[in-house]
């Protein structure tokens, strides 16, 4: 089980790179992407993850299905989300009414703050077969 990074790992404050496009679908990628869905699935709270966070200085994160179902009280009986991968994540479009919500961090264990974004967001990336996506999220999920 691939261990996650917690502050002051350098790798969390580090840019991350591209992934060469010729890479996606390599054993080594594939491999990675493997790690960060069970250090997701593992962890307790989480909803996404980065792959700085279990030290891949590389543009790829993952985010689960259950962000979308965040406020929904019968969420708690479902156990197998759908996990997202993207792949060299680039925002198209995001909308100018903001939400707040309340937030925390796999990488800062125990610290919660309020946190203002769109809330609405259009992410083109690649998955994890080398398809290029486009996916418009909204609320928890954006």
Request: glycine fraction near 8%; include cysteine; charged fraction near 25%.
């Amino acid at each position: 089980m691939p261990r996650i990074l917690t502050e002051p790992n350098p790798v969390l404050r580090q840019r991350s790179k591209e992934v060469n496009l010729a890479s996606i679908g390599s054993p080594e990628l594939a491999k990675n992407i493997k790690n960060m869905k069970s250090a997701l699935a593992a962890s307790q709270n989480g909803i996404g993850i980065a792959a700085p966070q279990i030290g891949i200085p590389l543009r790829v994160f993952i985010v689960s299905e259950e962000a979308k179902f965040i406020e929904d009280p019968k969420r708690q009986e479902r156990k197998n989300w759908t996990q997202y991968v993207y792949i060299n994540p680039v925002i198209k479009k995001f909308s100018g009414k903001k939400t707040e919500a309340v937030e925390g961090c796999l990488s800062a264990p125990g610290k919660y703050g309020i946190v203002r974004r769109p809330e609405k967001v259009e992410v083109e990336a690649y998955d994890e077969n080398g398809k290029k996506i486009t996916h418009g999220a909204s609320k928890f999920f954006a």
